[in-house]
Nanobody, 124 residues
Framework: QVQLVESGGGLVQAGGSLRVSCAAS????????MGWFRQAPGKDREFVGA????????YYADSVKGRATISRDNAKNTVYLEMNSLKPEDTAVYYC?????????????????WGQGTQVTVSS
């Protein structure tokens, strides 16, 4: 069982930067692939990016490519999402998720565990 807790959300002005963290419980964190998703008001949850178990492979959605950086620290059981040049359309609840097979995957169905989400609001 893995529990995920996101933190670091908040209010930021357009053009600014933010780092969201996801802390995981359990000793098997280093074997999990981790994904970031977001859900804006009135919209479906969408894929933001993912990192494989070792951090050697990272994949980003086109909507954030060039503005987002995903990293992980397996010693701290934490994965990070940094975003810069934030836009109002980045406003959403951001979720981290864990895939027990350690993959990079964009499909939500492949993720076994989800955090509760953290709100990111970008003001114009």
């Amino acid at each position: 069982q893995v529990q995920l807790v996101e933190s670091g959300g908040g209010l930021v002005q357009a053009g600014g930067s933010l780092r969201v963290s996801c802390a995981a419980s359990g000793r098997t964190f280093s074997t999990y692939g981790m994904g970031w998703f977001r859900q804006a008001p009135g919209k479906d949850r969408e894929f933001v990016g993912a990192i494989n178990w070792s951090g050697s492979r990272i994949y980003y959605a086109d909507s954030v490519k060039g503005r987002a950086t995903i990293s992980r620290d397996n010693a701290k059981n934490t994965v990070y999402l940094e975003m810069n040049s934030l836009k109002p359309e980045d406003t959403a609840v951001y979720y981290c998720a864990a895939d027990s097979l350690g993959r990079i995957t964009t499909a939500q169905i492949n993720y076994n565990y989800w955090g509760q989400g953290t709100q990111v609001t970008v003001s114009s």
